[in-house]
């Protein structure tokens, strides 16, 4: 019996248990945020093949006013307890639940800490020594010292170039791409991560869990 059988006993564990809210049992406002959601989103990709130029300035207004009443909405008193209720709630119990039923088919207490500090631990080891990344990670922040400035160097000199030629458009322009180019390199290498590694994540629920039953499974407190 080793670490890594619990580890994959936790994974399918896991499997069993649905962590996405089924559209059906949504309450109201959320049903309707996701039809306003894919109705923006269809409208801002098909405005620009009906309108030229196209109304830029309509659809970011109209996403930040979106978020903010959704975001009023979901953050009412009522609404938050229902969805802890009906959703959040249940969802805790059955993963709590979950673990500690793995716990004992491994025969270990799950309200002895020195036991739980040893898995969390173990955890923590396993889940830096399967990153397949680590090896990597000197020569990406290698590689990033040396691109970074030069990134920045290339972008300040056509800021200056067009400040000077009176286009702040072009200067924007380059104050934007330069953002994007870093927003879109860090979404890159957090989905090859995520592909790649799935298992990271994993550890991530095993180690969360697993404080959460030393929190309030230990010392005759529980919870659920």
Known sequence: MRFCDFFIS????????????????????????????????????????????????????????????FSFIDSKKENQEHMLQEHYAPYSMKRINMTIEILREYGIDYSDTSSIDSLISEAQTAQVDSDFF???????????????????????????????????????DVITISILFFLIAHVIASIIKILVYRDYNKYNDLIYDLRQIKIFHTANRSRF
Do not use: C, H
Not at 10 to 16: H, N, R, S
Not at 38 to 51: E, K, Q, T
Not at 134 to 157: D, H, N, R, W
């Open 134 to 172: 680590q090896p990597l990670k000197k020569t990406f922040q290698l590689f990033g010292v040396i691109i970074v400035p030069i990134v920045i160097y290339v972008a300040q000199k056509m800021i200056d170039g067009a400040i000077q030629n009176n286009t702040m458009e072009t200067a924007i």
């Open 10 to 69: 936790y994974k399918i564990g896991l499997k069993g248990i649905k962590n996405i809210i089924p559209y059906t049992q949504l309450p109201l406002y959320r049903k309707l945020a996701i039809i306003l959601i894919f109705i923006i989103s269809l409208s801002g990709m098909l405005l620009p093949f009906f309108y030229q130029p196209t109304p830029d300035p309509i659809m970011p207004i109209v996403m930040i006013l979106f978020v903010i009443i």
